[in-house]
Nanobody, 122 residues
């Protein structure tokens, strides 16, 4: 089973920034599309962003477009989510997941990390 570990969450004021990291353990990320999802207790899971294995293709939910940036450093076996201009509605547990394809549109995301809490509040 692929293991992913998220880090970088925390408490930030509205308008602030955080950078989340998703690091693989026991395997290399080179051939996997990686996605970030978020979930608020009692609500459904929302896809936030996805990046292809090469990093050449990315996509974003409309709710974060222009504020969040996904990137990857395959040499460090890590995918990042830079979150700027954070809003209270961005508060959630953020999970990364590895897909079974190089491409986001073709991937089934079956391997998940434990998640990291992001809280945006004054």
């Amino acid at each position: 089973q692929l293991q992913l570990v998220e880090s970088g969450g925390g408490l930030v004021q509205p308008g602030g920034s955080l950078r989340l990291s998703c690091t693989a353990s026991g395997f290399t990320l080179d051939h996997y599309a990686i996605a970030w999802f978020r979930q608020v207790p009692g609500k459904g899971r929302e896809g936030v962003s996805c990046i292809s294995s090469s990093g050449g293709s990315t996509n974003y939910a409309d709710s974060v477009k222009g504020r969040f940036t996904i990137s990857r450093d395959n040499a460090k076996n890590t995918v990042y989510l830079q979150m700027n201009s954070l809003k209270p509605e961005d508060t959630a547990i953020y999970h990364c997941a590895a897909g079974d394809s190089d491409y986001c549109s073709k991937a089934d995301f079956g391997s998940w990390g434990q998640g990291t809490q992001v809280t945006v509040s004054s």
